[in-house]
Every structure is written in C-alpha cells, then in structure tokens.
C-alpha cells in the first residue's frame, strides 16, 4: 500500500487494522517484525512512523541524527549534546541521564520509554532528535527542507550483527538466547529491526552525495581510528566549530566509552522497556565480528556486502 493511502487513515482503529495486514516475519525466531514501506520493524514503532511520516513539520534549526541499529547511535546522540546543549562543567548533561534520554528517537517514543513523544514538538529550538528509520519514510518537511540538518553514522555490517545479536541477548524479556545462525539469515534477508540494513545505509549514503550540505554520512570506524578530526567536522557542520583544542578534547573524553560506561546512569536504570542502559556500552572494538561468525557465516556476509555496495563508492 503506498503512502498516499496511509496518509488518509486517521484513527487508531484504521492504522492499527492497517498494521495488522502488513506482510509479518519472525527476526532470530523471537521477536515479531512487521514490513512497512520496505522496512521491517515492530508493529508498534511502525504506527509512531507512521504518525512521525504524516504530522511531522520541521524548524530550520531542526537536527536529526540517524542510524541503523548498533552502528554508533548511542556515542553519536553523546557528541551531538556536547555540541550543541554546552560543554561546561554545569552543562555537562551526560551525567544526568542516558545520551538516549537527551536525544529521543522519534519513532521509539511513547511504546518503549517513558519520554513522551510530545517532547519532539515542545522542545526548545534547535531541536536534536534521532531516528532510525530508513530516509525514505522521513517525513517531507524534513526532506524538502535544506536548513535542517542531518547526520548519519554507519558501520561494518559484521560488527553491526554482532552488536545487535549481543543487545537483543541482553534485553531482560528475553529468555533464551538469540541463536547466531538465525540472526545472520535474517541480517542477510533484512528482516530485522529496521532492515535491511544495506539499503538503509545506501539511501543516506546517495543522499548525502547529492546534498553534503544537509546530510553528513559518518562512519563509526572513522569516529574510532581519529576521533579528533571526525568530531570536529561535527561541529563545523553543526555551525559550532570548537574555539580551542581543550573543550575538543573534553568532548572527547566525555563521550568516550570507557566515561560513559562508568557513570551511574549508565550502569544501572533503563530507560526503555526491558533493556538496561549498561547494554549499550559494551566492546565498542573494530573487527569484534572475528571472534563469533564462523568462515561459513562470513563468507555469506562478505558476499552480501560487496554485492550490495558495488559501484556506490561505499565501503564499509
Ligand atoms: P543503538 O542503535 O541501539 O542506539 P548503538 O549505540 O548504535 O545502539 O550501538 C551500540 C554499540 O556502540 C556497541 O558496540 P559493540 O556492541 O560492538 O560494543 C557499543 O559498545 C558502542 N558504543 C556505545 N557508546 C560508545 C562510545 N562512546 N564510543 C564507542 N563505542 C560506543
């Protein structure tokens, strides 16, 4: 069904019988995923898209960070804070609370966590929000608009998996463990929280090419081997460059894995449903994938990988 049509369902009851007849898949054999618009995400984060694609007006000051899952969502909402909401010792907000806290993801909203999602439109300008929905489905205020402004982080596709295979493991509700076998079937099929995974980072990459104004397209790798120079070109193309070299360096510091993981709020709470902050801070190492995806698996990946990237100018 294409958007238009989503577009005239105006009650509860409409987009909920609409949901219920989308085509539906079971990721890692657990969690139940229904496809809207080519994405695959829970039934509940596909009615927020879809009220997010069809009510959404952007400000100017607008700054939307996007991702995949796992790809360096959470240390990206980390900088972005510090850029923007102030980098003095009484500014520093990421004590207080989980960088997840200060940047909501839209389309988590009210069905995860107990932000509520009338924040996205009460918020003092600029706003800085996050999804991880595919560009495709962002609403068009947000697309047509050159001033607001989006950054995108993507990673390895193999230490994407087994980030997620790691989360989805760690959340409470679930009993048993992910089997790896399953998830990397279903990471190759897309069928997994906001897959597929290669054309979601596809899409922002093109787009990126065409508007390098409006999207910066980061790459968690990058972020990792000189986070100096990746952070700075965050804060240039935030209208923000740093004045000197220390307050770079405090942001570094404090959005750095090794800080975040030892606050408080970190350790202990959870923010959303059933999944403890702590188990967004976990390795935060490059090539991690080596020591759980068996040849057979990587193979399949490698072959995935280079088959979909091929002729965009993306490596991952
Ligand atoms: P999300 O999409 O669910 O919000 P996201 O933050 O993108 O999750 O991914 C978590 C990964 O980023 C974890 O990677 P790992 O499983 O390979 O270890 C996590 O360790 C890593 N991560 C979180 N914060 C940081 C940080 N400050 N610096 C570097 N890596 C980080």
């Not at 694609?53 to 000051?61: I, L, M």
């Not at 679930?174 to 997994?192: A, M, W």
């Not at 804060?235 to 408080?264: H, M, Q, T, Y």
Request: net charge negative; hydrophobic share 35%.
């Amino acid at each position: 069904m294409s958007c238009d049509k989503e577009l005239t369902l105006h009650n509860e009851g409409d987009i909920e019988k609409f949901i219920e007849q989308l085509p539906s898949a079971l990721f890692g054999d657990k969690i139940e995923l229904c496809q809207w618009e080519g994405v695959w995400c829970w039934p509940t984060t596909i009615k927020a898209a879809m009220k997010f694609k069809a009510t959404f007006k952007t400000d100017p000051n607008d700054v939307l960070l996007a991702s995949a899952m796992k790809t360096g969502t959470t240390w990206l909402k980390a900088i972005c804070v510090c850029i923007m909401r102030g980098n003095k010792e009484e500014e520093d907000l990421l004590i207080k609370d989980i960088p997840h806290f200060h940047v909501p993801t839209i389309e988590i909203g009210n069905s995860f966590t107990n932000i509520p999602i009338d924040h996205l439109y009460t918020m003092p300008s600029p706003r800085l929000f996050h999804t991880h929905l595919p560009y495709r489905v962002l609403p068009d205020s947000i697309k047509n608009s050159d001033n607001c402004k989006i950054i995108y982080i993507a990673r390895n596709p193999m230490d994407t998996l087994i980030s997620m295979w790691h989360f989805f493991n760690n959340m409470k509700r679930v009993e048993n463990f992910f089997p790896l076998e399953k998830v990397v079937e279903c990471f190759c099929n897309g069928v997994h929280p906001y897959g597929p995974f290669f054309e979601h980072v596809l899409e922002y990459w093109e787009e990126s090419k065409q508007r390098p104004q409006k999207i910066l397209f980061l790459k968690y790798e990058d972020l990792k081997i000189d986070p100096k120079k990746e952070v700075e070109k965050i804060a240039l193309f935030l209208g923000k460059p740093f004045g000197n070299e220390e307050d770079l360096e405090k942001v570094l510091w404090r959005c750095s894995l090794e800080r975040l993981k030892s606050l408080e709020v970190n350790k202990s709470g959870s923010l959303l449903t059933n999944v403890p902050n702590s188990s967004f801070f976990r390795k935060g190492v490059v090539g991690d994938w080596k020591n759980y995806l068996t040849p057979e698996m990587e193979e399949k990946l490698e072959k995935i990988t280079s088959m979909k990237l091929q002729g965009s100018g993306l490596e991952l």
